[in-house]
């Protein structure tokens, strides 16, 4: 008996129940779509819109720090498209000093962003240099002021990415070995024929050249230059580690022994060998 009284009770709101089971008529649908498409482009203001975005900047910025342990969303571009291209006089010092500077640095071109997360030192009197020729018309880039590419294709197959260090005429470069990808995931997969998000995407120098679309014509372009090869500035790594260069067995063995390769300490982009390294 409790029920029919309830049901009295609340007439107008049983009858508001039913009425959307009725089906609506064809013009009744159009200005109900119509409505809810102006209600989600008006749903808020072009200035709320431009207080979340740069709150939402802010916030990944203080608080969700790139980790070059895991790739970031494509969507991160937008936030790094504000970074600063590091200057000229950043290259200006000898290749061993510029060589750990360079950690957690981000290199962009187009739609790709990528942070450096192992490199060598090339010096002058380096039997491992390519500097040890002199000046040829492969290795002038490598004697030119600092902060230019230089781009040399190794075995034929792979580019090899390098940033000049120290003044012009010294010869003195570093090698950028491995990097971790910040933005542009699928232009990087594609260029290196590879679907997959793991270390070994970007893990050794040949890899870095491809997933960049490099070319040898890429040497002696400034990276300090707006457009094309970028050096953008990135956060300071908290450990690094260190240990000798690879695949130069046919240096000196003061040379091969020298601990000229740093890399982000605990970071799986890394390329092998990984043993070798350790703490300064």
Not at 207 to 224: D, F, I, M
Request: glycine fraction near 8%; proline fraction near 9%; hydrophobic fraction near 40%.
């Amino acid at each position: 008996m409790l029920l029919p009284t309830t049901l009295q009770l609340l007439p107008s709101r049983l009858h508001c129940r039913c009425v959307p089971m009725t089906k609506p008529q064809p013009s009744q649908r159009c200005a109900k779509f119509k409505s809810l498409q102006s209600n989600a482009i008006t749903d808020e203001n072009p200035s709320q819109s431009k207080l979340k975005f740069r709150s939402s900047k802010t916030k990944f910025k203080l608080k969700a720090p790139l980790s070059p342990e895991r790739p970031i969303p494509n969507t991160s571009e937008l936030i790094y498209q504000n970074l600063a291209i590091l200057g000229a006089n950043f290259y200006s010092v000898d290749a061993l000093d510029l060589a750990p500077l360079l950690l957690g640095k981000f290199i962009r071109r187009d739609d790709v962003i990528l942070q450096i997360t192992e490199v060598e030192a090339y010096r002058p009197n380096d039997s491992a240099c390519h500097g040890r020729f002199g000046i040829t018309a492969r290795t002038a880039p490598v004697f030119g002021p600092g902060g230019h590419a230089y781009v040399y294709l190794c075995y034929g197959l792979h580019m090899m990415l390098n940033v000049v260090a120290d003044k012009d005429g010294v010869g003195a470069a570093v090698l950028i070995r491995s990097c971790a990808p910040v933005s542009g995931l699928k232009t990087i997969q594609q260029r290196r024929g590879q679907i997959t998000d793991k270390p070994v995407l970007l893990a050794g120098p040949g890899k870095v050249g491809q997933a960049l679309g490099l070319s040898t014509e890429w040497s002696n372009h400034p990276l300090y230059a707006p457009g094309g090869l970028e050096l953008l500035d990135g956060p300071k790594p908290e450990k690094i580690v260190v240990g000798p260069r690879v695949g130069i067995n046919y240096a000196l063995p003061e040379h091969v022994n020298a601990l000229w390769r740093f890399a982000i300490a605990g970071t799986p982009w890394i390329s092998a060998p990984k043993n070798t390294l350790r703490s300064p």
